[in-house]
Every structure is written in C-alpha cells, then in structure tokens.
C-alpha cells in the first residue's frame, strides 16, 4: 500500500544564501499511512509549521518532494492538492456568518444545498457549535473561531486534513471531550490527517504515530508507546512525558556478577549483571561515561536504597511530584497518592533496572532500554 | 468619558472650538465673500453685515467677468469639468495599476521588491518642477503636451504612490491564512484577490481613492505647465480672476466655493466607508 502522504527529503531554507538564512526544516522523511492521525510534535520553532505548509503549499519546498496519495503535489497550487486545512489563527472570512463560512469549504464539492446543511449541522454538532451557526465571526470567542476553523476543514474529504494547532485555545475540559470525538469523527470517515501542536497530551491522545521534531530535524517517528519506553535519543526522552525523564550521566563499571552504574564517588546504581544483556555491558564499557534515564513514575520510594534529601512536594491533586538532592543532582519521583516526605526529610529510592534508559554521551542516542540494547 | 472632571470637558471643548475656528474661519470667511461685491469685501474696517449677493455665482456659471472696467468671458465651468475629468480619470488609472501592485508588494517578497516600491513612493519626493521641465519637451515631441491623456499619465506622480503605498499597508494588515483558508478550499489566487482581498481592503481603497483624488484635484504646477486653456482644471483656471483692472476677490470666492464642493462632497459619501476601514482591525480575530 502506499502512503497517503509522503515527504521525501524535503527541506526549508527562509533567506537562502543570505546572512540571515533559516534552515526550518532538514532532510524530512515521513510516511502517513492512509487512514492515520500523525502529529507533529515540537517546541516553537522546531520546523512543524514549515512542514505543514509546504504540505498545504502555502510555503515552497526548497527542495524534496511531497507525494499526496501517490501524485506529486509539491509544485501545485494549494487549490489542487487536495488538502483541507485548520488555521492556528483561525482565519475565517469575517463578512459571512459562521454556517456560511463551515459551507464555502464544501463549495468544490458541488452537493445540494440539503445536503450541506445536513453536513454543516452535523459537524456543528460534534464541535458544539450549532448555537452561533448564524453568528458573525467577531461575535464570537477565540476558542469558538477555532472550532468553526476545525469545522470547515473537518466537513471536506480530501485527500488529506492538515491541522495546525487545532484545539490550543479551548478550555481544558473542552479539549478533552472533542479529542475523542474528532478522532472518532477522523476514523469514523477514514480521513488522513495531519495535525502539528506542541502539547504532548494531545498528540498522545489523538495521533496513532507521532514525529517529533526540534531544530529542523526529525528526532523520532513512532508510536505514542514507543516514544515513551524506547526514546530513540536523549531528546525525545527528556521531551516526551511529563515531569520530564531525570537524566544523570554515570560511568559503568562491571565487577564480577554485577553492573554498577556510577552517579557520583559515593553513589552507585547496582545491578546483577543478568539484568543487561552481554552485547550492552561490552558496549557500555567502551564508553568513558554515559546518561542515564530514568522515568519519574520510576522512582520508587523504598524502605531500603539510595539515599536522597527532598526539597519540594507538590500535590497534584491525584499524584505527588517529590523533588529531592540525589548523587550532586536533582531527582523527581511521580507517587500515585498524597505521600508524606516533607522537605527536609532523608528518603530512600529505588530505580529498577528494567526502567533505565541507557544513552550515548556523545551522540545522545539511545543504547538501551531496560537493559537490552535499542 | 464617565471618569473625566468637569474641568476637563470644558478644557476639552474649548480646546475643540479653538481648533475649529482656527482651520474653519478662512472657509467661513470665503463662503462670506462669496456673497458680496468687491466693494463691501474691501471694506476698511470689515463687516460682517451685507447685502448678500448671487452675483458672483451668476457670473461664474453665465462664463461672464464683469468689473468696473470691461466685461471679459472666463470659461470656470469648462475648468471646473476638467478637474473632474483629469481627477476621476487619474484615481481611476491609478487605482486600476496600484491595487493589484499593492497586493503584490504585500504578499509575495520577491527580489527587488522593497526597492521598486520605494522607487515608486520617491516620485513624491522629486520637486515638480524639475520634472516638468524636461517632461514638457518630451511631450511636445511625442505629442502629449496639452491632452487629457498626457495630463493623466502625469498624475499619476501623485496618484499611484499614494494610493500604492496606502492600500499595501491594508492589504498586509490582512491575514494572509484567510486567503490561504479559501484557496484551499479550491480557489485560484485571482479569485482569492478578487473574492477575499479587494473587500476585505475595500475601505483602504477608497480612503486611498479620496485622498488621491483630493492630490489630484488640488494640483496646480502639472496643469499650469501641460495644459492650454481649454485642458485647464480649476487650480489654474481660478488665475484669471486676476484681471488688469483688480482681482475679483468675490468671483474668486465663489470659484473656490464651487471647486471645493465637489471634493466635499465626496468626502461626506466616503466618510462611513473611512470609518469602517478604521475598524478593519477586527478581521484578525
């Protein structure tokens, strides 16, 4: 099967050849299956808003090539490509009302009018939106406008639904029910999708695979699980999940029947030597040093362990992030109830060797992931 | 206005009626003249009390001049068409080549671009008469002096810059995804400038246009120099008021009157679309 959309090393200069030239977006690859929700994932200026509009055509590819269902698209106009977008800035047509400006997207389609007041309704409904349908665009709220812009590209079938930070302005509790229904509505009518934002909780939920991106370059292309167990590199480790992984650079020492992992001069990480498999304890050997990752949900509070002094507690609401001194660094652990340390108070941890992440010092590649190489 | 003390209001309004006597009072006080003789105009001291008088007005649109010496024809309503014919046409042509220039400038960056549109604006810079001096031979040679055309293609040194310059400032105070979100939807960029750009800066336009129109109207140095008497608008037709016997400050006020009722008038019709353009700001949401 070929793929939906496919970039084939494409790239961004902005001022090519100038004192001011941006490389926005490196030597992109990236497949999207038909029927997939892909995220793009990133800080700001990481290069997925240059994606996405090379993808649209609204900026030219400075070279590469983007395929839309097997048809090259990229030095078509945005009219003939086949894509349906959602704005970041909303960008509806102020002179029409809202239910005009959802049906001026399905005006190429040439269906009847019943039937794209049926489809205007019925999107509408799902956005929570059949309220305003006769409302003018600036009578209405930023997270409304942006329904309306999610609307308008949701109601086509294109080839492809492009979406540039779709839900950023709603309410938390809002963006939580229309996550589902979207995707829903995406599956429901096996649309591709495309959708760029820099909220992780989003694109976990939304996206069967997610690329995240940083600096003009693609760090990780995979599944949600994938990027959470298996971070291809330090950065999609420390990025992906929330508090951020505690990293430690350590040095490996292995000593008879064990693997001692060293922190600091005093503190060790130990392990039975069966825990890392033969290939991981030679290649981390080689090395003069390596970081180690380790998840906070990971960090267990134990009677005994290593020791650690805490100095914040915070309560979530439904879990506690403690923070304490630990091998001349910082170290978060995630408890899943209201737990006691106080600041101050000496604590034991205890990371299991099945959570470590292992990385390349120098490259920042990831070596292992619960001690088999990755 | 609710927090403001009552000293303020009067500060304010005094501050208001000042500013208004102070640009209104030659208007009022040529409306005045306009309805008197030049004998009760040049009175010493002046009076606000007299006779009024349509003599003036009379004379002007009957194309008679008569003083106290001999009776001579003036051809104001003749003048008075052209400067409609050279104002409307000139906007018209520079609304036609500056609007779809504008929108370039505004959207696509292309090498040079920053460069030609300022070369375009210098055109303001450049003192008139330095230009006309050699564009007058050129147009005796290629036959352009003394022709609406010629006098049109002139003025556009004052149209095209302005309305350029204005109408690029509305056009880029548009969000470029609105006209993305409609070609997207399957539209050619020309129907997008035609469908989503043109009225979305519809009111910049014609702020642009009434201004242009206004520059046109009250240009003097390009007609005096181009135009023989029958191509002269207003601006240079008003000279003939000055007579070997005297000047007909009554004629003159009268002329002045009717020249600028044209331009007021227009200016009243494109108030509520100035407004409206003022209010543009709501588009980016």
């Known amino acids: ?374 | 206005m609710d927090h403001t003390s009552f000293l303020e209001r009067w500060f304010r309004r005094a501050a208001l009626s000042i500013i208004i006597v102070f640009f209104m009072f030659p208007i009022f006080w040529i409306v005045l003249m306009s309805f008197q003789t030049n004998e009760t105009i040049l009175r010493s001291p002046p009076s606000m009390s007299f006779t009024p008088t349509l003599d003036n007005y009379m004379a002007i649109i009957a194309g008679r001049l008569d003083s106290n010496v001999a009776s001579m024809g003036i051809d104001f309503v003749n003048n008075l068409m052209n400067s409609i014919i050279l104002s409307v046409c000139s906007v018209a042509v520079a609304l036609i080549l500056g609007v779809p220039a504008a929108y370039a400038f505004a959207r696509h960056k292309f090498k040079g671009s920053e460069d030609i549109a300022f070369t375009l604006l210098s055109f303001r810079f450049a003192p008139p008469l330095l230009v006309l001096l050699p564009l007058t031979l050129y147009f005796q040679e290629i036959g352009l002096a003394d022709t609406y055309l010629g006098l049109v293609w002139v003025y556009q040194l004052i149209c095209l810059p302005l309305i350029l310059w204005i109408v690029r400032g509305y056009f880029e105070d548009i969000s470029p995804d609105i006209e993305y979100a409609y070609r997207i939807a399957g539209h050619s960029w020309f129907s997008t400038f035609r469908k989503i750009a043109l009225p979305l800066a519809g009111p910049g336009i014609a702020a642009a246009g009434l201004l242009a129109f206004i520059f046109a109207w009250n240009n003097f140095i390009f007609a005096l120099v181009l135009a023989s008497a029958d191509k002269q608008p207003v601006t240079v037709g008003a000279l003939a008021f000055v007579t070997a016997s005297g000047i007909q400050y009554g004629q003159i006020a009268a002329a002045i009157v009717l020249s600028i009722a044209p331009t007021l008038a227009l200016a009243l019709w494109a108030q509520r679309y100035l407004v409206e353009g003022l209010s543009l700001g709501a588009v980016k949401g």
């Not at chain 1, 929700?37 to 240059?50: D, E, H, Y």
């Not at chain 1, 009578?139 to 080839?159: C, E, K, T």
Request: charged share 20%.
């Open chain 1, 1 to 374: 099967m070929t793929a939906q959309l496919h970039l084939k090393t494409i790239n961004k200069k902005y001022n090519p050849g100038t004192a001011h030239e941006v490389h926005a977006v490196q030597d992109l690859d990236l497949e999207v299956e038909r029927g997939e929700i892909v995220a793009l994932l990133g800080s700001s200026g990481c290069g997925k808003t240059s994606t996405l509009r090379m993808i649209a055509g609204f900026e030219e590819v400075s070279s590469g090539e983007v395929d839309i269902d097997g048809r090259r698209i990229d030095r078509l106009a945005p009219a003939k490509r086949g894509v349906a977008m959602a704005f970041e800035g909303y960008s509806l047509y102020p002179p029409l009302t809202i239910r005009e400006n959802i049906a001026f997207a399905l005006k190429s389609e040439r269906l009847r009018q019943s039937e794209v007041n049926t489809r205007v309704e019925q999107i509408a409904a799902l956005l929570e939106i059949s309220d305003i349908l006769d409302k003018h665009p600036n009578a209405i709220s930023g997270g409304q406008q942006q329904r309306v812009s999610l609307g308008r590209a949701l109601i086509r079938r294109a080839d492809l639904h492009v979406l540039d930070e779709p839900m950023g302005q709603l309410e938390p509790q809002l963006r939580a029910i229309l996550r589902g229904r979207i995707k829903h509505y995406i599956k429901e009518h096996e649309l591709t999708a495309i959708l760029v934002t820099h909220d992780q909780t989003e694109a976990n939920a939304l996206a069967d695979r997610i690329a995240v991106m940083e600096g003009g370059l693609l760090q990780q292309y995979d599944t949600p699980e994938n990027l959470k167990n298996r971070p291809a590199n330090i950065f999609t480790g420390a990025f992906i999940g929330e508090p951020p992984m505690n990293l430690f650079a350590a040095v490996a020492e292995v000593v008879a029947d064990r693997v001692d992992l060293r922190l600091a001069p005093d503190i060790a990480l130990s392990y039975p030597s069966t825990a890392f498999s033969d290939e991981l304890q030679q290649r981390i050997q080689q090395d003069q040093g390596v970081m180690i990752g380790i998840r906070p949900h990971s960090v267990q509070l134990t009677v005994e362990g290593l020791p650690a002094e805490v100095y914040a507690n915070q309560w979530l609401g439904d879990q506690t992030h403690i923070a304490a001194r630990f091998a001349g660094g910082s170290i978060v652990s995630v408890v899943h109830d209201l737990a006691l340390p106080k600041p101050g108070d000496q604590i034991n941890l205890s990371i299991s060797a099945h959570d470590l992440h292992i990385f390349d010092n120098n490259t920042g590649e990831a070596l292992s992931h619960g001690g088999q190489l990755a």
